[in-house]
């Protein structure tokens, strides 16, 4: 790059001070003998907010966030345990071991007791298939070290991001679920003067700072640092750079458990690492642009219904600035206007992530994923996903005729499909 000498002292300036930002910023490695401490008083619960935060705190009762983890019930109205203990299986432990269940949406795993320590058993029950299945974390970065289940210490591995306030020195936790405090921080000080600078409010924060509240739980990815104990984001407090306590994982263009050669979600909780690619994300959104964090109503917290299209057409209907370009969602979308496949989320948040089963978790890079790509290279589509008795040729036919502006032509390689089925 040429500089001019009065640009130059400028210049100089600038990357000064982006230096001097990033060096504030330091990757802090994990290190098991010197683990950031909290002060655990700080943290006062959910009730406690709920005395001036009423509507909040129902709102909050109402998502999975609240029930995370659960106390084991086998029967009656308030039970906890989805699996059915009857069925013979060496994928569950005995219904009278269980010290609690992890999960409730779309698989439950099993918290057992081994030599003092709380452990996840090896299997799990599938909610979608309503069967037991194995649960071996073999696509899990931390697997090679943690090969015997036994091992496999619930506070470390898992804990950070289900339960609220982690205090490693003693190994508790302030609540079970992911409460007020996971996302607003400690709030004692805030609960006694109720003053604004006194806690965390996500919305009043950097962009990048308020969706690092939801990533430090929702992007795959490792604490810096070569230790292979801890699996979560150990001294992260919500205002927080993550990246100072976090590495993310990226895409590199080839398969991996958290993504497909084409860097769209292969399995669940990859929506902070498929978001990130997004042109939303470029727009600069973020999660609570569409997922209330105080509210169950819709389908996974959105703040409209996805599944009228609502959500989307908030910002992308006719008037609104990003509207389509087509005059009718039919001629967008190609199919009625009341069928599935007219539906925002089918096309653009494809079900490419197996969660419990294959195709269950959507893809948040909101790309729509052509059937070129399925051709090329095994992964899901958006067409096929619904199309399952199709070719993606079929639909890459229907897809060059529909879309001409997409870039869809074959490789020149030909058909190569290395589709391979995710590790769970
Ligand atoms: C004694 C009552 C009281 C308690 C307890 C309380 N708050 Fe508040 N909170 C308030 C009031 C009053 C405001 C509005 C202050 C204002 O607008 O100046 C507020 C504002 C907030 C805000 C918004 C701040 C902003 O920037 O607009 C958040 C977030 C919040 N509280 C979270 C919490 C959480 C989390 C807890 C529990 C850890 C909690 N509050 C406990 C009274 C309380
Ligand atoms: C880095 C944060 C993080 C760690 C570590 C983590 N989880 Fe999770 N887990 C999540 C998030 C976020 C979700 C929900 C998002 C999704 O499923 O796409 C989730 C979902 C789940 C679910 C499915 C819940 C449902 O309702 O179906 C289960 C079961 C689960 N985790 C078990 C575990 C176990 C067992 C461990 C430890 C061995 C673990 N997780 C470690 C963040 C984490
Ligand atoms: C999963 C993260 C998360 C949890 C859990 C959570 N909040 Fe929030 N809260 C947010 C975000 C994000 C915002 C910013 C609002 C926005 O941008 O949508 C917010 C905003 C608020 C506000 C400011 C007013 C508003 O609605 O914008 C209050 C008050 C508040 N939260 C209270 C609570 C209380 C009380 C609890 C527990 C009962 C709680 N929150 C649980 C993420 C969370
Ligand atoms: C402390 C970790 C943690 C934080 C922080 C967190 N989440 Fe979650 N989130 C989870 C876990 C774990 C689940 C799975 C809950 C379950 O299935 O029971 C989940 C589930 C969800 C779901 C799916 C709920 C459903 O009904 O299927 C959405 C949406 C979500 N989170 C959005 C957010 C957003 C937005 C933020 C930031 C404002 C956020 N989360 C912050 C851990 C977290
Ligand atoms: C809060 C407003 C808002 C909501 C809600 C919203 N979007 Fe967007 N969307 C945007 C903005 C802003 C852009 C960026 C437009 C640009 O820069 O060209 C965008 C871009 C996109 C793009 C990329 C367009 C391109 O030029 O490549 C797609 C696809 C998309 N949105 C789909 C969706 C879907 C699907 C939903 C519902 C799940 C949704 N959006 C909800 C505001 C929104
Ligand atoms: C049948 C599949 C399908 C459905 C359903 C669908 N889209 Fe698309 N959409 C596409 C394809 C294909 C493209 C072109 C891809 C590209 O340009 O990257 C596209 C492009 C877009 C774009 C960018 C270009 C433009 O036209 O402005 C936006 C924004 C968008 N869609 C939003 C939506 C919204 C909002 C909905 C629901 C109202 C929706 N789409 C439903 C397939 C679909
Ligand atoms: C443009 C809107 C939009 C944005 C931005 C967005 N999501 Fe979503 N998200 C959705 C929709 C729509 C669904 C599916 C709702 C449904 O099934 O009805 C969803 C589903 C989810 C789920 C449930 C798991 C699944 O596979 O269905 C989680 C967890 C989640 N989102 C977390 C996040 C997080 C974390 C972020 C930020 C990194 C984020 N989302 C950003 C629209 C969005
Ligand atoms: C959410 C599921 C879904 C998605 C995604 C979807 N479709 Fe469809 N499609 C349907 C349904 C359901 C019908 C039946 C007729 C109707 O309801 O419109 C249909 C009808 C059709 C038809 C006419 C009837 C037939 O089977 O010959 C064609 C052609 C078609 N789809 C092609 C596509 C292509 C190409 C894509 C990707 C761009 C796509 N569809 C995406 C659900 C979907």
């Not at 070569?226 to 150990?234: F, S």
Request: with cysteine; proline share 5%; net charge positive.
């Amino acid at each position: 790059m040429k500089t001019s000498p009065v640009v130059r002292p400028l210049l100089l300036i600038v990357l000064c001070a982006a230096v001097a930002s990033r060096a504030a910023e330091a990757p802090a490695e994990l290190k098991l003998d010197a683990l950031p401490k909290i002060d655990a008083t700080q943290f006062v619960g959910a009730e406690a907010c709920a005395k001036c935060h009423a509507s909040h705190f129902d709102g909050w009762k109402s998502t999975l966030h609240s029930k995370m983890v659960q106390r084991p019930i086998a029967d009656g109205p308030g039970k906890t345990i989805l699996g059915d203990f009857s069925i013979p299986s060496t994928n569950h432990p005995a219904l009278k071991d269980v010290k609690g269940v992890i999960g409730s949406r779309w698989k439950q795993r099993y918290l057992v007791e081994e030599n003092g320590e709380e452990v996840v058993f090896n299997g799990q029950w599938s909610v979608q298939e309503k069967k037991w299945q194995p649960y071996t974390a073999k696509s899990d970065w931390w697997w090679d070290h943690h090969k015997d289940w036994k091992q496999r210490s619930n506070f470390k591995l898992c804990a950070g991001c289900h339960s609220t306030g982690l205090d490693t020195q003693a190994e508790k936790w302030q609540e079970l679920n992911i409460s007020c405090e996971s996302c607003h921080g400690a709030g004692r000080k805030h609960s006694a003067t109720s003053r604004l600078e006194d806690i965390v409010n996500p919305a009043r924060i950097t962009r990048d700072r308020s969706m690092d509240v939801c990533l430090y739980c929702h992007q795959a990815g490792r604490p810096h640092g070569a230790q292979t104990e801890y699996a979560w984001a150990v001294g992260y407090q919500p205002g927080d750079d993550l990246a100072k306590y976090w590495k993310g994982f990226e895409p590199d263009g080839k398969v991996t458990p958290e993504f497909w050669q084409n860097g769209t979600a292969h399995k669940n909780r990859v929506q902070g690492n498929t978001f990130v690619q997004s042109v939303m994300n470029d727009a600069h959104l973020q999660c609570s642009n569409c997922h209330d964090s105080h509210s169950g109503r819709h389908t996974a917290m959105t703040i409209k219904s996805a599944r009228d299209n609502a959500l989307c057409l908030t910002c992308h209907a006719p008037g609104q600035k990003q509207h389509l370009k087509e005059k009718t969602l039919t001629e967008h979308t190609h199919h009625a206007a009341t069928s599935t496949g007219s539906r925002c989320i089918e096309c653009h948040m494809a079900k490419t992530g197996e969660n419990s089963v294959a195709a269950e978790s959507r893809n948040h890079t909101f790309d729509f994923i052509s059937p070129s790509t399925t051709i090329k290279k095994g992964n899901p589509n958006s067409c096929n996903l619904c199309h399952k008795d199709q070719t993606p040729e079929w639909s890459l036919a229907l897809v060059k005729k529909w879309y001409p502006q997409l870039n869809v032509a074959l490789p020149a390689d030909g058909s190569i499909r290395t589709a391979q089925a995710a590790d769970r």
